[in-house]
Protein backbone atom coordinates (compact mmCIF):
# COMPACT_ATOMS: atom_id res chain seq x y z
CA UNK A 1 0.00 0.00 0.00
CA UNK A 2 1.76 3.00 -1.27
CA UNK A 3 1.49 6.55 0.49
CA UNK A 4 3.43 9.98 -0.34
CA UNK A 5 4.56 11.56 2.62
CA UNK A 6 5.46 15.50 2.31
CA UNK A 7 5.87 18.00 4.96
CA UNK A 8 2.96 20.88 4.94
CA UNK A 9 5.00 23.36 3.50
CA UNK A 10 5.97 20.65 0.81
CA UNK A 11 9.37 20.09 1.84
CA UNK A 12 10.54 16.37 2.56
CA UNK A 13 9.40 15.24 5.12
CA UNK A 14 10.96 12.10 7.72
CA UNK A 15 10.01 10.34 10.94
CA UNK A 16 8.27 7.34 11.91
CA UNK A 17 5.18 5.67 11.57
CA UNK A 18 2.50 3.70 13.33
CA UNK A 19 0.13 1.38 12.19
CA UNK A 20 -2.52 0.99 14.95
CA UNK A 21 -5.86 -1.49 14.86
CA UNK A 22 -7.82 1.19 15.60
CA UNK A 23 -10.81 -1.37 16.81
CA UNK A 24 -8.46 -3.68 18.62
CA UNK A 25 -6.54 -0.54 20.00
CA UNK A 26 -3.36 -2.48 19.27
CA UNK A 27 -0.24 -1.30 17.57
CA UNK A 28 0.65 -3.47 14.69
CA UNK A 29 3.46 -1.83 12.75
CA UNK A 30 6.23 0.74 13.31
CA UNK A 31 8.49 1.71 10.69
CA UNK A 32 10.90 5.08 9.78
CA UNK A 33 10.14 7.11 6.68
CA UNK A 34 12.02 9.35 4.80
CA UNK A 35 9.53 11.12 2.30
CA UNK A 36 8.15 11.43 -0.43
CA UNK A 37 7.01 7.96 -0.97
CA UNK A 38 6.77 5.21 1.76
CA UNK A 39 4.81 1.66 1.30
CA UNK A 40 3.13 -0.73 3.73
CA UNK A 41 3.28 -4.44 2.85
CA UNK A 42 0.06 -5.31 4.61
CA UNK A 43 0.66 -9.38 6.49
CA UNK A 44 -1.53 -11.95 5.87
CA UNK A 45 -2.32 -12.31 9.26
CA UNK A 46 -3.75 -9.07 10.06
CA UNK A 47 -7.51 -9.13 10.46
CA UNK A 48 -10.29 -7.48 8.72
CA UNK A 49 -10.24 -4.85 11.04
CA UNK A 50 -9.84 -0.53 10.34
CA UNK A 51 -6.31 0.51 10.86
CA UNK A 52 -5.19 4.35 11.04
CA UNK A 53 -1.27 5.04 9.94
CA UNK A 54 0.10 7.71 11.96
CA UNK A 55 3.09 9.68 10.66
CA UNK A 56 5.76 11.98 12.95
CA UNK A 57 8.34 13.84 12.90
CA UNK A 58 10.44 15.04 15.69
CA UNK A 59 8.65 18.58 15.54
CA UNK A 60 5.60 18.72 18.75
CA UNK A 61 2.50 17.80 17.31
CA UNK A 62 -0.28 20.79 17.73
CA UNK A 63 -3.75 19.31 17.13
CA UNK A 64 -6.14 21.82 15.61
CA UNK A 65 -9.56 20.92 18.24
CA UNK A 66 -12.38 19.71 15.84
CA UNK A 67 -10.66 18.77 13.11
CA UNK A 68 -8.90 15.06 11.74
CA UNK A 69 -5.66 15.25 11.84
CA UNK A 70 -4.22 15.39 8.42
CA UNK A 71 -0.97 13.58 9.71
CA UNK A 72 -3.04 10.16 10.00
CA UNK A 73 -4.37 7.81 7.12
CA UNK A 74 -7.42 5.44 7.96
CA UNK A 75 -7.88 2.19 6.22
CA UNK A 76 -9.80 -0.72 5.87
CA UNK A 77 -8.25 -4.42 5.77
CA UNK A 78 -10.77 -6.34 3.52
CA UNK A 79 -10.72 -10.41 4.32
CA UNK A 80 -8.73 -11.61 1.81
CA UNK A 81 -11.34 -14.44 1.65
CA UNK A 82 -14.97 -12.62 2.04
CA UNK A 83 -17.16 -14.45 4.27
CA UNK A 84 -14.10 -16.61 5.30
CA UNK A 85 -14.00 -15.85 9.13
CA UNK A 86 -17.76 -14.35 9.84
CA UNK A 87 -21.34 -13.76 7.79
CA UNK A 88 -21.00 -10.18 9.24
CA UNK A 89 -19.55 -7.03 6.95
CA UNK A 90 -19.40 -3.78 8.92
CA UNK A 91 -18.79 -0.88 6.61
CA UNK A 92 -17.41 2.23 7.26
CA UNK A 93 -18.19 5.35 6.25
CA UNK A 94 -15.38 7.06 4.55
CA UNK A 95 -17.68 8.99 1.75
CA UNK A 96 -18.92 10.45 4.80
CA UNK A 97 -15.64 11.15 6.57
CA UNK A 98 -14.18 12.61 3.53
CA UNK A 99 -17.35 15.13 3.06
CA UNK A 100 -16.65 16.24 6.06
CA UNK A 101 -12.95 17.16 6.42
CA UNK A 102 -12.38 20.63 6.67
CA UNK A 103 -15.73 21.32 7.09
CA UNK A 104 -16.01 25.76 5.98
CA UNK A 105 -12.84 26.04 4.72
CA UNK A 106 -13.01 27.06 0.92
CA UNK A 107 -12.51 24.52 -1.90
CA UNK A 108 -11.55 22.00 1.02
CA UNK A 109 -14.73 20.26 1.77
CA UNK A 110 -18.42 19.57 0.16
CA UNK A 111 -19.59 21.67 3.47
CA UNK A 112 -21.34 23.77 4.26
CA UNK A 113 -24.12 23.30 1.90
CA UNK A 114 -24.54 26.75 0.66
CA UNK A 115 -21.54 28.38 0.94
CA UNK A 116 -20.60 29.66 -2.26
CA UNK A 117 -17.09 28.00 -1.69
CA UNK A 118 -17.56 25.11 -0.91
CA UNK A 119 -15.60 22.31 -3.07
CA UNK A 120 -18.46 20.45 -4.93
CA UNK A 121 -15.02 17.54 -5.66
CA UNK A 122 -13.19 16.55 -3.37
CA UNK A 123 -9.79 14.00 -4.31
CA UNK A 124 -10.23 11.21 -2.71
CA UNK A 125 -6.28 10.94 -1.99
CA UNK A 126 -6.07 14.19 -0.25
CA UNK A 127 -4.71 14.65 3.66
CA UNK A 128 -6.41 13.63 6.36
CA UNK A 129 -10.42 12.55 5.80
CA UNK A 130 -10.00 10.31 8.66
CA UNK A 131 -13.19 10.09 11.22
CA UNK A 132 -14.71 13.52 12.37
CA UNK A 133 -14.35 14.42 16.05
CA UNK A 134 -16.82 12.74 17.26
CA UNK A 135 -16.14 9.28 15.90
CA UNK A 136 -19.33 8.36 16.33
CA UNK A 137 -18.56 4.84 14.98
CA UNK A 138 -15.97 3.90 17.01
CA UNK A 139 -18.09 2.64 20.25
CA UNK A 140 -20.42 0.38 18.54
CA UNK A 141 -16.47 -1.46 16.47
CA UNK A 142 -15.37 -1.47 20.07
CA UNK A 143 -18.40 -3.02 21.52
CA UNK A 144 -17.61 -5.71 18.32
CA UNK A 145 -14.69 -6.13 19.57
CA UNK A 146 -15.18 -6.58 23.29
CA UNK A 147 -17.70 -8.62 22.97
CA UNK A 148 -15.63 -11.14 20.50
CA UNK A 149 -18.11 -11.09 17.73
CA UNK A 150 -16.49 -12.05 14.56
CA UNK A 151 -16.95 -9.70 11.93
CA UNK A 152 -15.17 -8.32 8.76
CA UNK A 153 -14.79 -4.84 7.48
CA UNK A 154 -15.21 -2.68 4.29
CA UNK A 155 -14.98 0.78 3.22
CA UNK A 156 -17.92 2.38 2.14
CA UNK A 157 -16.32 3.26 -1.19
CA UNK A 158 -15.96 -0.82 -1.11
CA UNK A 159 -19.82 -0.80 -1.49
CA UNK A 160 -19.68 0.98 -4.89
CA UNK A 161 -20.81 -1.71 -7.56
CA UNK A 162 -20.15 -4.12 -4.48
CA UNK A 163 -22.40 -7.05 -5.08
CA UNK A 164 -19.78 -9.65 -5.23
CA UNK A 165 -18.26 -8.43 -2.17
CA UNK A 166 -21.58 -8.65 -0.67
CA UNK A 167 -22.60 -12.01 -1.67
CA UNK A 168 -20.61 -13.86 1.14
CA UNK A 169 -22.27 -12.63 4.11
CA UNK A 170 -25.02 -12.37 5.22
CA UNK A 171 -25.41 -9.55 7.55
CA UNK A 172 -24.04 -6.03 6.34
CA UNK A 173 -23.88 -3.06 9.50
CA UNK A 174 -24.09 0.44 8.28
CA UNK A 175 -22.90 2.21 11.69
CA UNK A 176 -22.53 5.57 13.14
CA UNK A 177 -22.90 8.18 10.52
CA UNK A 178 -23.10 7.03 7.07
CA UNK A 179 -25.06 10.00 4.90
CA UNK A 180 -23.46 10.14 1.47
CA UNK A 181 -24.14 6.95 -0.94
CA UNK A 182 -23.64 6.96 -4.89
CA UNK A 183 -26.00 5.07 -6.59
CA UNK A 184 -23.62 2.07 -7.28
CA UNK A 185 -23.69 1.63 -3.45
CA UNK A 186 -27.47 1.50 -3.38
CA UNK A 187 -28.20 -0.86 -6.02
CA UNK A 188 -25.23 -3.40 -4.31
CA UNK A 189 -27.14 -3.30 -1.05
CA UNK A 190 -30.72 -3.20 -1.71
CA UNK A 191 -30.07 -5.96 -4.42
CA UNK A 192 -28.28 -7.74 -1.75
CA UNK A 193 -31.39 -7.48 0.59
CA UNK A 194 -33.82 -8.54 -2.04
CA UNK A 195 -31.73 -11.88 -2.68
CA UNK A 196 -32.11 -12.79 1.06
CA UNK A 197 -29.06 -10.87 2.51
CA UNK A 198 -29.71 -8.93 5.87
CA UNK A 199 -29.45 -5.24 7.05
CA UNK A 200 -28.97 -3.74 10.43
CA UNK A 201 -28.31 -0.17 10.18
CA UNK A 202 -27.31 1.44 13.54
CA UNK A 203 -27.11 4.91 12.15
CA UNK A 204 -29.20 8.03 11.78
CA UNK A 205 -29.03 10.70 8.77
CA UNK A 206 -28.15 7.36 6.42
CA UNK A 207 -27.85 7.57 2.95
CA UNK A 208 -29.30 11.35 2.62
CA UNK A 209 -27.28 12.63 -0.16
CA UNK A 210 -26.61 10.86 -3.50
CA UNK A 211 -23.00 11.54 -4.21
CA UNK A 212 -20.61 10.20 -7.64
CA UNK A 213 -17.32 9.29 -8.26
CA UNK A 214 -15.39 10.36 -11.09
CA UNK A 215 -11.68 9.98 -12.62
CA UNK A 216 -11.56 6.31 -12.32
CA UNK A 217 -13.23 6.38 -8.12
CA UNK A 218 -10.31 9.07 -7.36
CA UNK A 219 -12.71 12.12 -6.98
CA UNK A 220 -16.00 12.35 -5.00
CA UNK A 221 -18.59 14.76 -6.25
CA UNK A 222 -21.40 15.95 -4.28
CA UNK A 223 -23.13 19.15 -5.76
CA UNK A 224 -26.10 19.49 -3.88
CA UNK A 225 -27.64 21.37 -6.20
CA UNK A 226 -29.22 20.17 -9.68
CA UNK A 227 -29.26 23.35 -11.88
CA UNK A 228 -25.13 23.33 -10.77
CA UNK A 229 -24.92 19.49 -11.49
CA UNK A 230 -23.76 19.09 -15.18
CA UNK A 231 -25.19 15.25 -15.61
CA UNK A 232 -29.23 16.49 -14.41
CA UNK A 233 -30.31 17.20 -17.80
CA UNK A 234 -28.39 13.93 -19.40
CA UNK A 235 -29.10 11.38 -16.12
CA UNK A 236 -31.29 13.05 -13.71
CA UNK A 237 -31.20 9.87 -11.81
CA UNK A 238 -27.65 10.23 -10.83
CA UNK A 239 -27.47 14.26 -9.80
CA UNK A 240 -26.19 14.38 -6.68
CA UNK A 241 -28.64 16.19 -4.40
CA UNK A 242 -30.89 14.61 -1.58
CA UNK A 243 -32.15 11.14 -2.65
CA UNK A 244 -35.08 12.24 -1.91
CA UNK A 245 -35.28 15.23 -3.97
CA UNK A 246 -36.12 16.26 -8.06
CA UNK A 247 -34.85 14.87 -9.82
CA UNK A 248 -33.44 11.79 -8.63
CA UNK A 249 -37.24 10.90 -6.09
CA UNK A 250 -35.55 7.75 -4.88
CA UNK A 251 -36.11 8.60 -1.50
CA UNK A 252 -34.10 6.64 1.41
CA UNK A 253 -36.14 5.03 3.66
CA UNK A 254 -37.56 2.59 0.74
CA UNK A 255 -34.20 1.66 1.86
CA UNK A 256 -33.68 2.69 5.37
CA UNK A 257 -37.31 2.44 6.87
CA UNK A 258 -36.68 5.76 8.14
CA UNK A 259 -35.51 9.36 6.74
CA UNK A 260 -34.11 12.30 8.24
CA UNK A 261 -36.87 14.13 6.43
CA UNK A 262 -39.18 13.17 9.29
CA UNK A 263 -36.02 12.71 11.50
CA UNK A 264 -34.45 15.49 13.94
CA UNK A 265 -31.13 17.27 14.69
CA UNK A 266 -29.91 19.05 17.58
CA UNK A 267 -26.21 21.29 17.04
CA UNK A 268 -24.45 23.60 18.81
CA UNK A 269 -25.60 23.86 22.29
CA UNK A 270 -28.17 21.37 21.38
CA UNK A 271 -25.79 18.54 21.32
CA UNK A 272 -25.95 18.52 25.33
CA UNK A 273 -29.61 17.55 24.68
CA UNK A 274 -27.94 14.11 23.65
CA UNK A 275 -27.51 12.96 27.41
CA UNK A 276 -31.23 12.95 28.38
CA UNK A 277 -33.31 11.40 25.35
CA UNK A 278 -34.90 8.07 25.59
CA UNK A 279 -36.69 5.47 23.37
CA UNK A 280 -39.93 4.54 24.40
CA UNK A 281 -40.90 0.44 23.50
CA UNK A 282 -43.96 0.37 21.11
CA UNK A 283 -43.57 -3.09 20.52
CA UNK A 284 -42.16 -5.59 23.22
CA UNK A 285 -43.52 -8.68 21.71
CA UNK A 286 -41.22 -8.42 18.80
CA UNK A 287 -38.20 -10.43 18.54
CA UNK A 288 -35.84 -7.46 18.51
CA UNK A 289 -36.80 -6.89 22.52
CA UNK A 290 -36.42 -10.66 23.07
CA UNK A 291 -34.77 -10.83 26.73
CA UNK A 292 -34.75 -7.28 27.64
CA UNK A 293 -37.72 -7.47 30.28
CA UNK A 294 -38.99 -4.39 28.82
CA UNK A 295 -43.04 -4.02 28.25
CA UNK A 296 -44.62 -1.71 25.62
CA UNK A 297 -44.29 2.12 27.11
CA UNK A 298 -41.33 1.33 29.00
CA UNK A 299 -38.06 3.93 28.27
CA UNK A 300 -34.72 2.65 27.18
CA UNK A 301 -31.44 4.13 25.37
CA UNK A 302 -30.74 6.87 27.08
CA UNK A 303 -27.97 8.88 25.63
CA UNK A 304 -28.74 6.83 22.29
CA UNK A 305 -30.48 9.71 20.92
CA UNK A 306 -28.64 12.23 18.61
CA UNK A 307 -27.30 14.29 17.35
CA UNK A 308 -29.31 13.36 14.09
CA UNK A 309 -32.24 10.84 14.24
CA UNK A 310 -34.27 9.52 11.39
CA UNK A 311 -37.78 8.58 11.46
CA UNK A 312 -41.14 7.64 9.34
CA UNK A 313 -44.39 9.41 9.04
CA UNK A 314 -46.59 8.00 11.74
CA UNK A 315 -50.69 7.42 11.94
CA UNK A 316 -51.39 7.38 15.89
CA UNK A 317 -55.25 7.16 15.14
CA UNK A 318 -55.57 3.60 16.87
CA UNK A 319 -53.42 4.19 19.73
CA UNK A 320 -50.36 2.04 18.19
CA UNK A 321 -48.18 3.94 16.15
CA UNK A 322 -47.94 2.52 12.46
CA UNK A 323 -45.96 3.92 9.32
CA UNK A 324 -48.11 5.65 6.76
CA UNK A 325 -45.87 4.59 3.77
CA UNK A 326 -46.80 7.87 2.32
CA UNK A 327 -43.02 9.00 2.38
CA UNK A 328 -41.68 5.85 1.16
CA UNK A 329 -40.97 3.40 4.43
CA UNK A 330 -42.25 0.13 2.78
CA UNK A 331 -45.90 -0.96 4.03
CA UNK A 332 -44.06 -3.94 6.15
CA UNK A 333 -42.22 -1.60 8.33
CA UNK A 334 -43.08 -2.13 11.76
CA UNK A 335 -42.24 0.31 14.43
CA UNK A 336 -40.55 -0.67 17.75
CA UNK A 337 -39.30 2.38 19.03
CA UNK A 338 -40.42 5.90 19.44
CA UNK A 339 -38.66 9.35 20.75
CA UNK A 340 -41.06 12.40 20.24
CA UNK A 341 -38.01 15.02 19.57
CA UNK A 342 -39.71 17.65 18.41
CA UNK A 343 -38.79 20.25 20.95
CA UNK A 344 -35.33 19.93 18.94
CA UNK A 345 -36.58 22.90 16.57
CA UNK A 346 -34.71 25.05 19.09
CA UNK A 347 -31.80 23.85 18.68
CA UNK A 348 -31.79 22.98 15.08
CA UNK A 349 -34.23 20.25 13.47
CA UNK A 350 -37.76 19.54 15.70
CA UNK A 351 -38.79 15.69 14.30
CA UNK A 352 -39.04 12.14 15.72
CA UNK A 353 -37.04 9.09 16.26
CA UNK A 354 -38.59 5.59 14.88
CA UNK A 355 -36.81 2.46 15.28
CA UNK A 356 -38.45 -0.28 13.38
CA UNK A 357 -37.86 -3.54 11.16
CA UNK A 358 -39.00 -4.33 7.61
CA UNK A 359 -38.75 -6.90 5.50
CA UNK A 360 -37.50 -6.53 1.68
CA UNK A 361 -37.41 -9.00 -1.14
CA UNK A 362 -36.18 -11.72 1.14
CA UNK A 363 -34.32 -10.01 3.43
CA UNK A 364 -34.76 -8.29 6.62
CA UNK A 365 -33.82 -4.62 7.39
CA UNK A 366 -33.11 -3.23 11.39
CA UNK A 367 -32.77 0.19 11.75
CA UNK A 368 -31.56 2.18 15.05
CA UNK A 369 -32.03 5.63 13.23
CA UNK A 370 -29.89 7.38 15.34
CA UNK A 371 -25.98 8.22 14.98
CA UNK A 372 -25.64 7.36 18.50
CA UNK A 373 -26.54 4.20 19.26
CA UNK A 374 -23.29 3.02 19.85
CA UNK A 375 -22.76 5.31 23.07
CA UNK A 376 -25.67 3.88 24.87
CA UNK A 377 -24.27 0.18 24.93
CA UNK A 378 -23.74 0.15 28.44
CA UNK A 379 -27.25 -0.07 28.83
CA UNK A 380 -28.85 -3.56 29.53
CA UNK A 381 -31.55 -3.08 26.70
CA UNK A 382 -29.38 -1.33 24.48
CA UNK A 383 -26.88 -4.11 24.75
CA UNK A 384 -29.60 -6.87 23.79
CA UNK A 385 -31.44 -4.92 21.67
CA UNK A 386 -27.80 -5.04 19.51
CA UNK A 387 -27.00 -8.84 20.49
CA UNK A 388 -30.52 -9.72 19.04
CA UNK A 389 -30.18 -7.94 16.08
CA UNK A 390 -26.44 -9.47 15.33
CA UNK A 391 -27.50 -13.04 16.00
CA UNK A 392 -30.86 -13.51 14.20
CA UNK A 393 -29.94 -11.52 11.28
CA UNK A 394 -26.56 -12.98 11.17
CA UNK A 395 -27.61 -16.77 11.05
CA UNK A 396 -25.25 -16.91 14.12
CA UNK A 397 -28.35 -18.37 16.04
CA UNK A 398 -30.95 -20.13 14.31
CA UNK A 399 -33.78 -18.34 13.30
CA UNK A 400 -37.56 -19.12 13.81
CA UNK A 401 -39.65 -19.38 11.54
CA UNK A 402 -42.14 -17.43 12.85
CA UNK A 403 -42.56 -14.05 14.21
CA UNK A 404 -44.94 -11.80 16.30
CA UNK A 405 -47.17 -9.26 14.98
CA UNK A 406 -49.09 -8.13 17.66
CA UNK A 407 -51.96 -9.48 19.75
CA UNK A 408 -54.70 -12.25 19.01
CA UNK A 409 -56.76 -12.26 22.22
CA UNK A 410 -58.75 -15.71 22.60
CA UNK A 411 -59.40 -15.77 18.50
CA UNK A 412 -60.97 -18.86 17.64
CA UNK A 413 -60.68 -17.93 13.55
CA UNK A 414 -58.61 -16.17 10.73
CA UNK A 415 -59.16 -14.67 6.85
CA UNK A 416 -58.11 -11.76 5.21
CA UNK A 417 -60.36 -10.32 2.27
CA UNK A 418 -60.02 -6.93 0.45
CA UNK A 419 -56.98 -6.46 2.36
CA UNK A 420 -58.25 -6.48 6.05
CA UNK A 421 -57.42 -9.42 8.33
CA UNK A 422 -60.55 -10.64 9.44
CA UNK A 423 -61.06 -12.89 12.66
CA UNK A 424 -63.91 -14.47 14.71
CA UNK A 425 -63.79 -13.59 18.95
CA UNK A 426 -64.40 -16.15 21.41
CA UNK A 427 -67.68 -15.78 21.87
CA UNK A 428 -68.23 -17.38 18.26
CA UNK A 429 -70.23 -14.21 17.27
CA UNK A 430 -68.35 -10.92 16.92
CA UNK A 431 -66.19 -10.21 13.93
CA UNK A 432 -63.35 -8.25 14.57
CA UNK A 433 -60.78 -6.81 11.88
CA UNK A 434 -57.39 -4.76 11.60
CA UNK A 435 -55.04 -4.40 8.61
CA UNK A 436 -52.69 -7.41 7.94
CA UNK A 437 -49.81 -5.18 8.74
CA UNK A 438 -46.33 -6.36 10.82
CA UNK A 439 -47.32 -3.67 13.28
CA UNK A 440 -49.10 -4.63 16.72
CA UNK A 441 -52.19 -3.31 15.80
CA UNK A 442 -55.17 -3.34 18.14
CA UNK A 443 -58.74 -5.71 16.87
CA UNK A 444 -61.83 -3.75 16.12
CA UNK A 445 -65.61 -5.38 16.45
CA UNK A 446 -67.22 -4.97 13.24
CA UNK A 447 -70.66 -3.90 14.31
CA UNK A 448 -73.82 -6.64 13.67
CA UNK A 449 -75.97 -5.58 11.22
CA UNK A 450 -79.52 -4.47 12.59
CA UNK A 451 -81.62 -6.33 10.91
CA UNK A 452 -80.01 -9.67 11.86
CA UNK A 453 -78.34 -11.39 14.86
CA UNK A 454 -74.65 -12.53 14.42
CA UNK A 455 -74.93 -16.58 14.12
CA UNK A 456 -72.69 -18.39 16.05
CA UNK A 457 -69.26 -19.13 13.62
CA UNK A 458 -66.86 -21.90 13.35
CA UNK A 459 -64.71 -20.84 10.70
CA UNK A 460 -63.61 -18.33 8.33
CA UNK A 461 -62.35 -18.02 4.84
CA UNK A 462 -62.40 -15.58 2.23
CA UNK A 463 -61.09 -16.22 -1.80
CA UNK A 464 -57.92 -15.00 -2.82
CA UNK A 465 -59.55 -13.36 -5.90
CA UNK A 466 -63.08 -13.04 -7.25
CA UNK A 467 -64.17 -16.06 -9.17
CA UNK A 468 -67.41 -15.74 -10.97
CA UNK A 469 -70.14 -16.08 -9.75
CA UNK A 470 -68.84 -15.88 -6.41
CA UNK A 471 -67.40 -12.14 -5.46
CA UNK A 472 -64.84 -11.54 -2.94
CA UNK A 473 -66.82 -12.14 0.43
CA UNK A 474 -65.69 -13.76 4.08
CA UNK A 475 -67.16 -17.50 4.27
CA UNK A 476 -68.33 -18.87 7.74
CA UNK A 477 -69.42 -22.33 8.94
CA UNK A 478 -72.08 -21.66 11.54
CA UNK A 479 -72.73 -24.01 14.60
CA UNK A 480 -75.60 -25.56 12.98
CA UNK A 481 -74.09 -26.63 9.67
CA UNK A 482 -74.72 -23.62 7.03
CA UNK A 483 -72.40 -22.33 5.16
CA UNK A 484 -72.83 -18.15 4.99
CA UNK A 485 -71.06 -14.92 3.13
CA UNK A 486 -70.97 -11.92 4.54
CA UNK A 487 -69.13 -8.40 2.34
CA UNK A 488 -65.87 -8.17 3.54
CA UNK A 489 -66.45 -4.88 5.41
CA UNK A 490 -65.42 -3.51 9.01
CA UNK A 491 -69.02 -1.97 8.87
CA UNK A 492 -72.11 -4.19 9.87
CA UNK A 493 -73.45 -6.41 7.29
CA UNK A 494 -75.56 -8.94 7.13
CA UNK A 495 -74.44 -13.01 6.98
CA UNK A 496 -76.66 -14.60 3.69
CA UNK A 497 -76.79 -17.94 2.56
CA UNK A 498 -74.17 -19.61 0.57
CA UNK A 499 -75.50 -23.46 1.04
CA UNK A 500 -74.78 -25.95 3.77
CA UNK A 501 -71.82 -28.04 4.50
CA UNK A 502 -71.20 -31.79 5.54
CA UNK A 503 -71.80 -32.20 8.96
CA UNK A 504 -69.24 -30.86 11.77
CA UNK A 505 -67.06 -28.99 9.75
CA UNK A 506 -64.67 -27.12 11.48
CA UNK A 507 -61.76 -25.83 8.95
CA UNK A 508 -62.50 -24.03 5.79
CA UNK A 509 -60.46 -23.07 2.46
CA UNK A 510 -60.98 -21.27 -1.04
CA UNK A 511 -58.92 -22.33 -3.93
CA UNK A 512 -59.40 -22.57 -7.50
CA UNK A 513 -63.22 -21.97 -7.74
CA UNK A 514 -63.37 -24.52 -4.72
CA UNK A 515 -64.68 -25.03 -1.04
CA UNK A 516 -63.10 -27.04 0.69
CA UNK A 517 -63.83 -28.18 4.14
CA UNK A 518 -62.95 -30.67 6.97
CA UNK A 519 -64.78 -33.00 9.22
CA UNK A 520 -62.45 -33.95 12.27
CA UNK A 521 -65.05 -36.98 13.09
CA UNK A 522 -63.81 -39.17 10.72
CA UNK A 523 -60.72 -36.66 9.33
CA UNK A 524 -62.16 -36.06 5.87
CA UNK A 525 -61.27 -33.34 3.44
CA UNK A 526 -64.47 -32.53 1.52
CA UNK A 527 -64.82 -30.50 -1.81
CA UNK A 528 -67.57 -28.56 -3.55
CA UNK A 529 -67.77 -25.89 -6.22
CA UNK A 530 -67.78 -22.13 -4.65
CA UNK A 531 -70.34 -20.94 -6.65
CA UNK A 532 -72.95 -23.62 -6.65
CA UNK A 533 -74.69 -23.34 -3.46
CA UNK A 534 -77.13 -26.65 -4.03
CA UNK A 535 -73.98 -28.57 -5.39
CA UNK A 536 -73.01 -31.70 -3.14
CA UNK A 537 -69.96 -32.00 -1.48
CA UNK A 538 -67.37 -34.70 -2.57
CA UNK A 539 -65.23 -36.74 -0.16
CA UNK A 540 -61.40 -36.46 -1.29
CA UNK A 541 -59.84 -38.81 1.38
CA UNK A 542 -58.04 -37.57 4.85
CA UNK A 543 -57.22 -34.51 5.81
CA UNK A 544 -54.32 -35.46 7.95
CA UNK A 545 -56.02 -34.50 11.01
CA UNK A 546 -56.04 -30.90 10.34
CA UNK A 547 -57.74 -28.18 12.78
CA UNK A 548 -57.48 -25.19 10.07
CA UNK A 549 -56.89 -24.73 6.68
CA UNK A 550 -55.25 -21.57 4.44
CA UNK A 551 -53.98 -21.26 0.90
CA UNK A 552 -51.00 -19.73 -0.02
CA UNK A 553 -50.24 -19.33 -4.01
CA UNK A 554 -52.30 -22.25 -5.26
CA UNK A 555 -51.75 -24.95 -2.20
CA UNK A 556 -53.81 -25.70 0.35
CA UNK A 557 -51.90 -25.83 3.61
CA UNK A 558 -53.40 -27.56 6.71
CA UNK A 559 -52.57 -26.86 10.60
CA UNK A 560 -52.20 -30.13 12.40
CA UNK A 561 -50.69 -32.37 15.21
CA UNK A 562 -48.01 -32.89 12.97
CA UNK A 563 -47.18 -29.54 11.89
CA UNK A 564 -47.65 -27.94 8.68
CA UNK A 565 -49.15 -29.90 6.15
CA UNK A 566 -50.11 -29.00 2.18
CA UNK A 567 -51.52 -30.89 -1.53
CA UNK A 568 -52.99 -29.15 -4.32
CA UNK A 569 -56.20 -28.29 -4.84
CA UNK A 570 -56.88 -31.48 -6.96
CA UNK A 571 -60.03 -32.88 -6.72
CA UNK A 572 -58.70 -36.85 -6.28
CA UNK A 573 -57.81 -38.10 -2.61
CA UNK A 574 -54.11 -36.60 -2.35
CA UNK A 575 -52.80 -36.82 0.58
CA UNK A 576 -51.81 -34.08 2.62
CA UNK A 577 -47.57 -33.79 2.80
CA UNK A 578 -45.30 -31.97 5.09
CA UNK A 579 -44.25 -28.88 3.56
CA UNK A 580 -41.26 -28.55 1.75
CA UNK A 581 -38.97 -27.43 3.47
CA UNK A 582 -40.74 -28.29 6.38
CA UNK A 583 -42.10 -25.14 8.37
CA UNK A 584 -41.86 -25.86 12.49
CA UNK A 585 -45.41 -24.50 14.03
CA UNK A 586 -46.08 -23.56 17.48
CA UNK A 587 -48.86 -24.69 19.04
CA UNK A 588 -52.04 -22.17 17.25
CA UNK A 589 -55.73 -22.90 16.70
CA UNK A 590 -56.13 -20.66 13.16
CA UNK A 591 -54.21 -20.21 10.19
CA UNK A 592 -54.73 -17.89 7.29
CA UNK A 593 -52.26 -16.59 4.59
CA UNK A 594 -51.65 -12.98 2.58
CA UNK A 595 -49.40 -11.30 0.17
CA UNK A 596 -47.09 -14.88 0.55
CA UNK A 597 -46.89 -15.25 4.34
CA UNK A 598 -48.64 -17.46 6.55
CA UNK A 599 -50.70 -15.84 9.59
CA UNK A 600 -51.92 -17.92 12.47
CA UNK A 601 -53.18 -17.62 15.82
CA UNK A 602 -50.88 -19.12 18.70
CA UNK A 603 -52.61 -20.98 21.73
CA UNK A 604 -51.26 -18.35 24.02
CA UNK A 605 -52.93 -15.21 22.20
CA UNK A 606 -50.57 -13.75 19.73
CA UNK A 607 -50.74 -13.35 16.01
CA UNK A 608 -47.40 -14.32 14.83
CA UNK A 609 -46.16 -14.76 11.00
CA UNK A 610 -43.99 -16.81 8.57
CA UNK A 611 -41.59 -14.29 6.22
CA UNK A 612 -42.47 -16.13 3.46
CA UNK A 613 -43.86 -19.24 1.36
CA UNK A 614 -42.66 -22.40 2.36
Partial sequence: ??????????????????????????????????????????????????YVASFHDARPEVPAPGRDAEHEVWFVVRAARPG?????????????????????????????????????????????????????????????????????????????????????????????????????????????????GNLAVFAGNTAWWQIRLEDGGRTMVCHRDAAADPVAGADPARTTVEWSSSPVDRPENSMTGVSFRQGAGAWGAGMGLIGREEYTVRFADHWVFEGTGLRDGDAFARGALGYETDAAELDWSTGVPRATGRDGTP???????????????????????????????????????????????HDPAVDRVTRNVFDRLSGTVAAPGWHTVGPAPRLRALTVCEGLLFAVAEDGRTVLQREPSEQNLSWTPCPPDDGDPSPELRCLTAPREASHPMPLALLAVTGDDRLVHRAP????????????????????????????AVTPHDDTLHQRPAGDFNAPWRRLGPAGKASALAVLG???????????????????????????????????????AYAGRLLAVTEDDLLISHPGAP
Avoid: K
Avoid at 15 to 43: H, N
Fill in 489 to 516: VPGPAPWLPAGRVPAGTTALAMCDNSLF
Fill in 331 to 377: RSFAVLATADLRHWRSYGQGGWATMGVFRAGAGTVFNAATINWGRAL
Fill in 1 to 50: MPFHVAAGDGARFAGRVVVTDAVAERVVAEAAFAGPGWTLDVPGTWPSSL
Fill in 84 to 196: GSSTVLVSVPFPTWRAYHRAGEPGRSIYYAEQPTRAARVPLAAPGGGPPPERWEEPLLRWLHRTGRSVEYCSGFDLHGGAGLLAPYRLLVVNGHDEYWTAEMRDAVEGFVRRG
Fill in 554 to 592: ARLYALTPDGLLTRPPVLTETPFAPSAPAVAFPPARALT
